[in-house]
């Protein structure tokens, strides 16, 4: 394994590690207002918030797992084209923070039943999702077997 495939490597793996810790710690936080029945969370009318700080939880925690996949995946299989390596680590980096704060900005501020503007980040996060697992399942497919 080069020294570039190792720094893709650690840098996945501090960035999966940390982002679990922040999206499960908003999950407790979530649930904690659930359980001392905050208002701004649980009134009527805030259906769009909780989804969507749902959501933004969820979809953290997901992308954490998948920045972990990705650098067990380099470990795994150095054998990985590194073109898709250099498309597939921005990529999935980014969408770990866009994705989640898309939908995390859109539930802070909500208007009436509509997100707040963060929501404009979900969709350019969804295609840079998109791209980095995209490169990685080609360029597992085309890898030499071992």
Not at 60 to 68: P, T
């Amino acid at each position: 394994m080069d020294t570039n495939a190792a720094a893709v490597i650690r840098r996945h793996v501090r960035f999966g590690w940390i982002a679990l810790l922040v999206f499960l710690s908003l999950g407790v936080f979530l649930e904690a207002m659930h359980g001392f029945k905050v208002g701004w969370y649980l009134n009527a009318g805030e259906e769009t918030r909780r989804l969507l700080l749902t959501l933004a939880h969820a979809h953290g925690v997901l992308l954490a797992l998948v920045n972990l996949a990705f650098a067990a995946t380099l470990a795994i299989a150095p054998e990985l084209d590194a073109r898709a390596v250099r498309i597939a680590s921005p990529c999935l980096a980014a969408s770990g923070i866009l994705l989640p704060a898309g939908f995390f900005l859109g539930g802070l501020v909500t208007y009436g039943g509509d997100p707040g503007l963060g929501v404009f980040l979900i969709p350019p996060a969804a295609l840079l999702l998109f791209a980095g697992v995209a490169a990685v399942a080609f360029a597992a497919l085309r890898a030499r077997r071992g």
